[in-house]
């Protein structure tokens, strides 16, 4: 069998690897382990971050904006926004302010009378349809009826103007207006493919907020974002794994098999890692068997076998 062969050879080869790195996903994702050449990962990243722009940065996915940060010797760990703006810092190129990606943004709405001023409370209100950022709690119902009438695109437009409005008069963003646009989001069971992006920036904006994660419509975007977007998944896998939502097997079991077929095996294998240790998972033999199969054309073996060893 292709699992036993490739098992037989990590077994074999395992003691005779140079030292690798392996950083635990999740929570526990600032421990890291020794690796090697990281001084030389260290010099390079020099020259790469010199050449970065904000308009380069600000398009970077998950991964990369990652892979930079460890490169350069920065803390790595945090949502997708979170690790945009730390990587704009240190490229000393952000004088205009943070490029982000955050969910909640401060686009004009079309509603406000042209050059109009929104430097107080006062005047953003008096000049905003009260479903539109005018009055939050009407904001908010105009979020519900987006929802229930599976209007998402509606809804994450009315959420933006409503962060808006909670900002300016200092408020904290009601939890259900999250919960409406993810739900306005899901239709007969799906979620909609094409909201991967907004429904991933409003999950970072919910655990940053404290807010509780919906278990099953989160779990569902990891598991679209699995067969479309690898970056966006493994945010999400991050994003619940921070606020201790339980992630289920099926959504670590597609994201280890993704990871796989791309070629991502230490990515794949950081995963496995956390389904087991963190999710208390046990992966099936298939699964294992294809990264085992894989980390072996690879090189990659300690890491199968730290994973493989876990399992009962």
Same mark, same amino acid.
């Given at each position: 069998?292709?699992?036993?062969?490739?098992?037989?050879?990590?077994?074999?080869?395992?003691?005779?690897?140079?030292?690798?790195?392996?950083?635990?996903?999740?929570?526990?994702?600032?421990?890291?382990?020794?690796?090697?050449?990281?001084?030389?990962?260290?010099?390079?990243?020099?020259?790469?971050?010199?050449?970065?722009?904000?308009?380069?940065?600000?398009?970077?996915?998950?991964?990369?904006?990652?892979?930079?940060?460890?490169?350069?010797?920065?803390?790595?760990?945090?949502?997708?926004?979170?690790?945009?703006?730390?990587?704009?810092?240190?490229?000393?190129?952000?004088?205009?302010?943070?490029?982000?990606?955050?969910?909640?943004?401060?686009?004009?709405?079309?509603?406000?009378?042209?050059?109009?001023?929104?430097?107080?409370?006062?005047?953003?209100?008096?000049?905003?349809?009260?479903?539109?950022?005018?009055?939050?709690?009407?904001?908010?119902?105009?979020?519900?009826?987006?929802?229930?009438?599976?209007?998402?695109?509606?809804?994450?437009?009315?959420?933006?103007?409503?962060?808006? #409005?909670? &900002?300016?008069?200092?408020?904290?963003?009601?939890?259900?207006?999250? *919960?409406? %646009? /993810?739900? @306005? =989001?899901?239709?007969?069971?799906?979620?909609?493919?094409?909201?991967?992006?907004?429904?991933?920036?409003?999950?970072?904006?919910?655990?940053?907020?404290?807010?509780?994660?919906?278990?099953?419509?989160?779990?569902?975007?990891?598991?679209?974002?699995?067969?479309?977007?690898?970056?966006?998944?493994?945010?999400?896998?991050?994003?619940?794994?921070?606020?201790?939502?339980?992630?289920?097997?099926?959504?670590?079991?597609? #994201?280890? &098999?993704?990871?796989?077929?791309?070629?991502?095996?230490?990515?794949? *294998?950081? %995963? /496995?890692? @956390? =389904?087991?240790?963190?999710?208390?998972?046990?992966?099936?033999?298939?699964?294992?068997?294809?990264?085992?199969?894989?980390?072996?054309?690879?090189?990659?073996?300690?890491?199968?076998?730290?994973?493989?060893?876990?399992?009962?």
């Amino acid at each position: 069998m292709k699992y036993c062969s490739s098992v037989a050879l990590l077994l074999v080869t395992s003691f005779a690897t140079t030292t690798r790195s392996f950083v635990v996903f999740g929570p526990q994702a600032t421990k890291r382990f020794h690796r090697a050449g990281a001084s030389t990962a260290l010099a390079n990243s020099d020259v790469e971050i010199q050449s970065l722009t904000p308009e380069s940065v600000t398009v970077m996915g998950y991964r990369e904006l990652r892979r930079v940060l460890e490169g350069a010797g920065a803390e790595y760990e945090g949502n997708t926004a979170e690790l945009r703006a730390r990587l704009l810092n240190l490229t000393g190129r952000n004088e205009g302010g943070p490029v982000d990606d955050r969910p909640l943004d401060h686009d004009a709405d079309p509603t406000s009378t042209p050059g109009a001023s929104q430097s107080s409370a006062f005047k953003f209100e008096s000049q905003r349809s009260p479903v539109a950022g005018g009055d939050i709690a009407e904001t908010v119902k105009a979020i519900e009826v987006a929802a229930d009438e599976k209007k998402w695109k509606l809804a994450v437009r009315r959420m933006k103007q409503l962060t808006r #409005a909670c &900002e300016l008069s200092g408020s904290p963003v009601p939890p259900s207006a999250y *919960l409406s %646009v /993810l739900q @306005s =989001m899901e239709r007969d069971g799906r979620v909609e493919r094409f909201a991967i992006t907004p429904a991933r920036k409003v999950v970072e904006e919910m655990v940053k907020s404290h807010v509780p994660l919906p278990v099953g419509i989160v779990n569902k975007f990891a598991q679209v974002s699995t067969q479309s977007n690898l970056d966006e998944a493994l945010a999400l896998l991050h994003s619940l794994s921070a606020s201790s939502t339980p992630i289920a097997a099926e959504t670590y079991e597609m #994201a280890v &098999e993704s990871l796989t077929k791309e070629g991502s095996v230490k990515e794949a *294998l950081l %995963v /496995l890692r @956390s =389904m087991i240790v963190e999710g208390g998972e046990t992966p099936g033999l298939q699964t294992l068997g294809e990264v085992a199969e894989k980390a072996a054309e690879d090189g990659v073996y300690e890491g199968v076998i730290q994973a493989l060893s876990l399992t009962k």
